[in-house]
Nanobody
Framework: VQLQASGGGLVQAGGSLRLSCAASGSIFSINDMAWYRQAPGKQRELVAGVTSGGSTNYADSVKGRFTISRDNARHTVYLQMDSLKPEDTAVYYC?????????????????WGQGTLVTVSS
């Protein structure tokens, strides 16, 4: 199972970007999905999460500007980022709790994408 993130880049303050993260492999089901970010010299932090039922939660710093969504049929999670600020500059990582059936018994594992860099210039 792999998570492949895409959509990062360089944008001016006030601009928008949309991140995507697709899961592939022998997937039985996907529970929670989320986006984290890590800025230089800082710890990784949760940006937004979405449950399999569509409930969402956001870090206070991005509420009202970022929107997380998912397409269960495509095993993909998205992060729409609007009104970007220089302090949003970071490497963004997708995260998912994925259930697999290696021997017929379901096991849930945490998977991480490779990270995509978002740079917001002032």
């Amino acid at each position: 199972v792999q998570l492949q993130a895409s959509g990062g880049g360089l944008v001016q303050a006030g601009g928008s970007l949309r991140l995507s993260c697709a899961a592939s492999g022998s997937i039985f089901s996907i529970n929670d999905m989320a986006w984290y970010r890590q800025a230089p010299g800082k710890q990784r932090e949760l940006v937004a999460g979405v449950t399999s039922g569509g409930s969402t939660n956001y870090a206070d710093s991005v509420k009202g500007r970022f929107t997380i969504s998912r397409d269960n049929a495509r095993h993909t999670v998205y992060l729409q980022m609007d009104s970007l600020k220089p302090e949003d500059t970071a490497v963004y990582y997708c995260n998912a709790l994925i259930v697999i059936l290696p021997t017929g018994t379901p096991y849930e594992y945490v998977y991480w994408g490779q990270g995509t860099l978002v740079t917001v210039s002032s």
